[in-house]
């Protein structure tokens, strides 16, 4: 069981990048797939999630707007599309299968990874003129 997230780069602020976070081992859509990021001196963050059942999104208050998370279940990948990148969005980004949802009606509140939740290497995005 594998993730493998992929797509960062060094992009100037305005600019768009968009991450890959594809699987082995398994379908991506048994699990809740989240996107994590951690930038240096910061703690890790949820950044956006993708519910495998009601196929409900939830994103942090940061970036929406502006990062849409989608599935391909052909592909077995969920990407991460980020548009208008600002600066403070420099970080490392992971992909994880296996989430802690918190959920509000039949909304996403929160999310954090499941202990046991499949963690991918991560992928470096840095936002930078």
């Known amino acids: 069981v594998q993730l493998q997230a992929s797509g960062g780069g060094l992009v100037q602020p305005g600019g768009s990048l968009r991450l890959s976070c594809a699987a082995s081992?398994?379908?991506?859509?048994?699990?809740?797939i989240g996107w994590f990021r951690q930038a240096p001196g910061k703690e890790r963050e949820g950044v956006a999630c993708?519910?495998?059942?009601?196929?409900?999104?939830y994103y942090t208050d940061s970036v929406k707007g502006r990062f849409t998370i989608s599935r391909d279940k052909a592909k077995n990948t969920v990407y991460l599309q980020m548009n208008n990148l600002k600066p403070e969005d420099t970080a490392v980004y992971h992909c994880?299968?296996?989430?802690?949802?918190?959920?509000?009606?039949?909304?996403?509140?929160?999310?954090?990874?499941?202990?046991?939740?499949?963690w991918g290497q991560g992928t470096l995005v840095t936002v930078s003129s």
């Open positions: 994880a299968a296996d989430l802690d949802i918190n959920w509000s009606d039949s909304s996403i509140i929160n999310f954090t990874r499941a202990p046991d939740a499949a």
């Open positions: 081992g398994f379908p991506l859509d048994y699990y809740a």
């Open positions: 993708i519910d495998n059942i009601s196929g409900s999104t």
